[in-house]
């Protein structure tokens, strides 16, 4: 049956307008539909089926024949709509060319439509030459005339001014008759991979500028330690090329040659950053120039999956960098130091009064050590200063300094200490604080003190010498006097027996009488009394005379032997104090002589025994009598021992008086301090005493007391070792 159809087919009637059958017209179609899929060549029994299909649809042909086609034609017509709308559906667009001329889209799918409007099926009309530009044309063509597929890419601006990248392939499609007029264009819009891959690109030479252009040196290196790149900061470090580093490991690095130990780190450092671990060393590396030292960072580089595919190692030379701290850090322990030698008290604050720095003497003066002091208030650490707030809250907003002089200070033992108090304002930048400065003046107070006393003394020396030397004329004429007399008496001057003889008077009688009532002995202690006060009044005259502090070898026995003296000849003693029943015992050992200013070391030892004999005494009432001096010791004594050490010689003023409390003891060298009654001392005397030993010769003066045994006050002065003949 199939044999005789491939023998007749039947013929079909025109169409009623008198043109090629319809169906016949899609019978060519479905030929050169199915050439194509064969590749051009013949199928008789594809031919057979198809007119087959086309004689049962027109109701000719034998019944059998329509039993038999009719389904298949249906399914291949199902087949045929499935694979339509897959192409509609698809999301790149497709559309059928023909190359014309003129060029024309003969069909589009839905894709299609929306990249380039409606085709000609809803009436549209496409120009792929303005919408796509001129390369479309003529890679259609070169598609069509050749015979092969053909792949573009093209940009294209769009309406809104945004760029869309396509990439598009031309293939060739023959018609039934072989006409390869018509051509398949399939465009998948790209943009989005395009930009990726632009912004991939642009990434990448941002990344190759940055690495070459940085200013650290970098390295990547295989997992396995192995170096792929080096950037040019590097290379030019170390005066090399890449090509004497690539492929090598780390620790083969020309750098890290002839240093092991710098070697097996990095081997240990680019393990630990294989394995996922981050490392930081520093590297010192020796170069022909010096040594160098580099901060280094050795990171894992992981990839999307979370694999480790590099290891970045970072050097950054810091060798600047250190040397500047060092140096920083050398001259912040200079100022430190300077800070903690200064004999003052610094401490710095900053805007709100909270102390930034301690220095070692305001540690001594609080007790309270720097790392304590920090970050306190500055009131708080020094309350004994009641205006140091207000103080340091001005110097800040005038940006000026403040003082206070003079501020009293108790110390634990009761002592008062004098201090000047300064604060200097400190801006830096909008940073703002001041620095407090805190001086003992005590010595300098007692000065000012003294020097009023002084002056106050030296009125009173002028005056007394004055007296000497009003008291030195009579006083002349008195010993004068008294040396004429002895002569005048005397039986061996033969002028004496004369006058004598010539008046009728026996001069052997005379002196008879004058030994028998001992009116020479009066007369011989009229004669010692003078010399005494002649003694007396050149004592004061040399003790009243101002001191020109020149130094020059003296006797200490001498020196002692006068100071009793005057003490013995003191007015205030003698009447107030009855010198005279003190017993006096001294002790001298031979010494050298001392180089000292004979008047302040004169001045201190009469400060000393005028002390020691007023220790004895104690204002007492008695009946009848009112305020009288008491004497508080049966046998008052004090006893001046000289004595050689080492380096000294010591003057030892001890007495057996009452003594003194510790608490005494340990304050009795403070200006103005006394333990005697009001009106009866200015509480000058051992300090000014002091200040000469300690500070005018170099030399000690010490005190040891106790309550019922006495006092000894010891000076020491430094001795040139020659000894006095």
């Known amino acids: 049956m199939m044999q005789d159809s491939r023998k007749k087919q039947p013929d079909l009637p025109p169409d009623s307008q008198g043109g090629e059958h319809p169906l016949r017209a899609g019978q060519a179609i479905s030929s050169g539909a199915a050439d194509a899929a064969s590749g051009g060549s013949s199928a008789p029994q594809e031919d057979l089926q198809y007119r087959d299909a086309v004689s049962s649809l027109i109701g000719l042909g034998e019944k059998s024949l329509r039993k038999s086609y009719y389904p298949e034609l249906r399914r291949k017509i199902a087949e045929l709509d499935v694979f339509r709308r897959m192409v509609d559906h698809a999301s790149d667009a497709m559309l059928l060319l023909r190359t014309g001329p003129p060029l024309a889209v003969t069909h589009l799918n839905s894709a299609a439509r929306r990249l380039l409007g409606p085709g000609p099926e809803e009436g549209g009309s ?195 960098l250190l040397e500047a701290e060092n140096e920083s850090r050398m001259l912040r322990g200079l100022l430190t130091n300077v800070v903690d030698s200064m004999p003052s008290v610094l401490a710095a604050v900053d805007a709100a009064g909270r102390v930034i720095q301690w220095n070692r003497e305001a540690e001594r003066l609080t007790g309270t050590s720097a790392r304590e002091a920090m970050g306190r208030p500055v009131e708080a650490m020094l309350p004994h200063v009641a205006s140091l707030r207000s103080m340091v809250r001005y110097s800040m907003a005038e940006q000026r300094p403040m003082a206070e002089s003079k501020v009293p200070r108790t110390l634990p033992g009761g002592r008062v200490v004098y201090e000047d108090v300064t604060v200097y304002p400190l801006s830096t930048g909008h940073d703002q604080g001041a620095v407090i400065r805190i001086d003992d003046v005590s010595d300098k107070v007692l000065m000012e003190q003294t020097m009023v006393q002084a002056e106050k003394m030296l009125s009173v020396g002028g005056l007394a010498a004055g007296m000497a030397h009003e008291i030195n004329n009579p006083l002349g004429a008195v010993v004068q006097g008294l040396q004429n007399v002895f002569r ?183 200006p103005f301090f006394t333990t005697k009654a009001p009106g009866a001392g200015t509480g000058l005397g051992l300090s000014v005493s002091y200040f000469i030993i300690t500070r005018n010769h170099k030399g000690t003066m010490t005190v040891t007391s106790a309550p019922g045994r006495g006092s000894c006050f010891t000076v020491g002065l430094p001795h040139n070792g020659s000894t006095p003949e």
Not at 128 to 134: D, E, S, V
Not at 155 to 164: F, K, M, R, S, T
Not at 172 to 180: F, L, R, V
Not at 269 to 291: E, N
């Open 126 to 320: 496409i120009d792929l030459a303005a919408q796509l530009g001129p390369r479309v044309e003529a890679a259609l063509l070169a598609s069509s005339k050749g015979g092969r597929s053909k792949r573009l890419t093209l940009h294209v601006q769009q309406a809104d001014g945004a760029e869309l990248v396509l990439e598009a392939s031309f293939s060739p499609m023959p018609s039934a008759e072989g006409d390869p007029g018509q051509v398949i264009m399939v465009a998948r819009d790209v943009t989005a991979g395009f930009r990726a891959e632009r912004s991939l690109r642009e990434s990448e030479e941002r990344f190759r500028v940055v690495f070459e252009q940085s200013m650290q040196h970098v390295v990547v290196l295989s997992p396995e330690g192995l170096i792929l790149r080096a950037n040019q900061s590097l290379l030019s470090e170390f005066a090399i090329s890449f090509d004497d580093l690539r492929g090598q490991r780390l620790s083969d690095a020309p750098w890290l040659r002839n240093m092991p130990e710098m070697a097996r780190n990095a081997e240990s450092d680019v393990s630990s950053a294989s394995a996922g671990v981050s490392v930081r060393r520093l590297y010192p590396v020796r170069l022909p120039s010096g040594q160098l030292f580099f901060d280094c960072s050795f990171k894992p580089v992981r990839d999307d999956a979370g694999r480790i595919i590099h290891v970045v190692v970072e050097a950054r030379d810091i060798t600047a």
């Open 488 to 670: 005048r008496l005397d039986p061996a001057v033969d002028r004496n027996s004369t006058v004598a003889a010539a008046l009728g008077c026996d001069l052997h009688a005379m002196d008879a009488y004058m030994r028998e009532r001992k009116i020479y002995r009066i007369l011989e202690g009229m004669r010692e009394a003078s010399m005494r006060a002649a003694d007396i009044v050149r004592n004061m005259l040399t003790f009243s005379r101002k001191s020109d502090m020149s130094r020059s070898s003296c006797d200490l026995h001498a020196m002692m032997d006068s100071v009793i003296s005057l003490a013995e000849a003191d007015y205030d003693l003698k009447k107030h104090y009855d010198f005279k029943r003190i017993k006096l015992v001294r002790l001298y050992e031979p010494v050298p002589l001392i180089a000292c200013n004979k008047t302040e070391v004169e001045q201190v030892l009469l400060n000393l025994l005028r002390n020691a004999a007023q220790s004895f005494y104690a204002v007492g009432t008695i009946a009848g009598s009112g305020t009288k001096r008491v004497l508080l010791c049966h046998e008052p004594v004090i006893t001046v021992r000289i004595r050689k050490a080492e380096r000294y010689v010591y003057v030892d003023v001890e007495d057996n008086g009452p003594g003194m409390p510790e608490d005494v003891t340990l304050r009795v060298f403070e």
